[in-house]
């Protein structure tokens, strides 16, 4: 099976953990410790929480300030516009930011939300026939 781990440097474990949690994303135990929290998305798709320190000493960069510059950004495809928003509200609670309002491109709605270190995820919904007949044009 094809997988793949995103690794996140974060500034508080817990406070990350919740935020991810409130998002869906399920804390795998196997894979989480004292420098790492494991949160599951999908059977293929799992994002390590890591510690600032314990990131960095995976390699030799300067970690991104990731509040004001953007270093990558994460889509994750829901199955409804309801559940976008069910996803994008709870991570507001949660210590998140909506740093641009929602785009509605009629065959996709897409809302931008930032957790609380400030990496990027864009929770869509795609209506694909909507989309194969906008391609079509």
């Not at 494991?38 to 509040?67: P, R």
């Not at 709870?90 to 930032?114: A, H, N, V, W, Y």
Request: aromatic content about 10%; some cysteine; glycine content about 8%.
């Amino acid at each position: 099976m094809k997988q793949i781990f995103l690794n996140l440097p974060v500034n508080d474990l817990l406070v990350s953990s919740v935020f991810y949690t409130a998002l869906g994303f399920k804390n795998e135990p196997l894979f989480s410790g004292e420098n790492q929290n494991c949160m599951v998305w999908s059977d293929q798709i799992y994002v390590m929480l890591q510690t600032k320190a314990f990131f960095g000493s995976g390699n030799n960069k300067i970690t991104a300030a990731t509040h004001t510059h953007a270093s990558a950004s994460f889509t994750l495809p829901v199955e409804s516009l309801d559940k976008v928003n069910q996803m994008v509200e709870s991570g507001l609670k949660s210590g998140g930011k909506e740093p641009i309002p929602m785009q509605d491109l009629g065959f996709m709605q897409i809302r931008t939300l930032e957790d609380p270190d400030g990496h990027t995820w864009g929770i869509i919904h795609l209506d694909i026939e909507e989309f194969k007949v906008f391609k079509e044009i």
